[in-house]
């Protein structure tokens, strides 16, 4: 079924076979699971069981660093849980949260008190997304330059790697606006949404769709703004597997805001990229030139669909005018391969010739030995 949805798309479509066809582990090579010892086994079963995408990332980094950012995930991610369980009184989880790391030393503690869903308003959403992704990016990055695979300064600057975090972050919620909805769960900013209506869940009736989207717009704007601080920070890297860990995410994201923009969908169902294009998105973004180039694609997309009557309009407008005239720093990783529209149109004839010759040959065959029998 994917590769009939990529017909149409030359490039998706060669670079899913290739995927398929052993592509995968140049970008993100198999594990060794049988060196591990019973606990580093234990900690990779629940990191695929949480997240297989970001597992994927995880275990494709060199040498020790993809065990410590394998537990340094799995426990932020726990913290994750606590800090988004609506059903827990601040009272009570302040003091969760701060004893946290005492409880890690503990193997039989258990957190089981949560109650059925209570919607709550999320008041601090800058400070919320610092704390829950923010910090993450600026864990990783000094975690890099500890370990000498970065330079020092990857890990000094906050404010970058804070912005890889926070792209991160604002892009999920606002993908996720039905699913936390239907979940109890409010995370778009108040100081946004109130503009347009008295409740957040409004958004979801037929009537409220047009400002729905033009909240949409303006929450897709604001994230956008990290833009420049992630090229930045992508640069810096050296160190192939701790590239391809940070571009791969930030370029599905930036494709997923650009599906999501101007976007209705957003408010009836699921808004996804397309197997083909996650795969050629992760094929390609393996050094800097290449990963601009899909950014610039995507700013196109959206600069392309802004709506004239849109409130954000200038602001969009703006802050793409300054990703694409933002200088590329010299980078370590410029390599990228590239293939004609005609190569690939090529490629998926033949693979479709091949595709009709083996139909063909297998229903001759059954025909024989249908005969045969009789």
Same mark, same amino acid.
């Given at each position: ?163 890889? #975090? ?109 197997? #083909? ?36 309009? #200038? ?56 005969? #045969?029998?009789?």
């Amino acid at each position: 079924m994917e590769f009939v949805k990529c017909l149409g798309r030359p490039e998706e479509f060669y670079n899913l076979l290739r995927f398929q066809m052993g592509g995968r582990r140049k970008v993100i090579p198999k594990m060794d699971q049988d060196s591990l010892s019973s606990s580093l086994k234990t900690c990779y079963k629940y990191l695929n069981q949480t997240s297989r995408s970001f597992a994927a990332v995880i275990e494709a980094l060199d040498g020790e660093m993809r065990h410590a950012v394998c537990i340094f995930y799995l426990v932020l991610r726990a913290l994750d849980t606590l800090e988004d369980d609506m059903t827990i009184s601040v009272e009570k989880k302040v003091p969760l949260l701060h004893n946290f790391h005492s409880y890690l030393y503990e193997p039989d503690w258990r957190y089981m008190d949560s109650k059925e869903k209570d919607r709550q308003v999320l008041e601090d959403f800058p400070t919320y997304c610092h704390y829950v992704a923010g910090l993450v990016g600026i864990g990783l990055s000094r975690l890099f330059s500890a370990s000498e695979l970065e330079d020092p300064l990857v890990g000094e600057d906050v404010e970058c790697a804070n912005s890889m #975090g926070l792209f991160l972050q604002k892009t999920n919620i606002i993908r996720d606006y039905l699913e936390d909805q239907r979940e109890g769960r409010e995370f778009w900013p108040q100081e946004v949404w109130s503009k347009y209506v008295k409740k957040l869940g409004d958004f979801a009736k037929p009537q409220n769709i047009d400002l729905a989207v033009k909240c949409l717009n303006e929450l897709i704007t604001n994230a956008l703004h990290h833009i420049p601080d992630v090229i930045t920070y992508l640069s810096r890297l050296r160190n192939q597997s701790v590239f391809n860990f940070c571009a791969i995410p930030q370029v599905m994201a930036i494709a997923t805001l650009a599906a999501c923009y101007n976007n209705q969908q957003v408010f009836k169902g699921v808004v996804k990229i397309r197997k #083909g294009q996650a795969v050629t998105l992760m094929m390609d973004a393996t050094n800097m030139p290449a990963v601009k180039a899909i950014i610039y694609q995507y700013m196109e997309e959206i600069y392309h669909r802004i709506p004239s009557s849109d409130p954000s309009s #200038g602001k969009t407008r703006q802050i793409i005018y300054t990703i694409r005239t933002q200088n590329l720093p010299n980078c370590q990783l410029i390599s990228r391969s590239h293939y004609s529209p005609i190569y690939l149109s090529f490629v998926v004839l033949l693979a479709a010739l091949s595709w009709q010759y083996l139909s063909t040959l297998s229903q001759v065959t059954e025909d024989y030995v249908q005969t #045969g029998e009789h």
